[in-house]
């Protein structure tokens, strides 16, 4: 097909389902980390977080999404995206 390219994307999973990010949208993937509370957030917003001296919000994608909250495991990540407001 004319007008086709690959496209490099990093899988994560949240329960059964699994999603992809391109690449070049995701700045680091880190060990998990506790979160700074903000007050008064709602429960989907975990805080912030200290990512190379940048303060970076840290978002809980499963209950964002509807899905129950769990606890970290040793394979938790964070995934540090760049996101553009269109």
């Given amino acids: ?3 086709t390219h690959d496209i490099q994307v990093v899988v ?3 329960g059964e ?3 992809a990010l391109p690449v070049t949208t995701v700045r ?3 060990d998990h980390r506790n979160a700074y509370r903000v007050p008064h957030a ?3 917003f975990l805080g912030l977080t200290d990512v190379r001296g940048e303060s970076v919000p840290m978002v809980d994608l499963r209950v964002r999404l509807g ?3 769990v ?3 040793l394979t938790t990540r964070i995934l540090v995206v760049d996101m553009t407001g269109d």
């Fill in 17 to 19: 389902e699994e999603f």
């Fill in 42 to 44: 709602p429960d989907w």
């Fill in 67 to 69: 899905l129950s909250p």
């Fill in 28 to 30: 680091e993937i880190l």
């Fill in 1 to 3: 097909m004319s007008g």
């Fill in 12 to 14: 994560f999973g949240l």
């Fill in 71 to 73: 606890e970290p495991t």
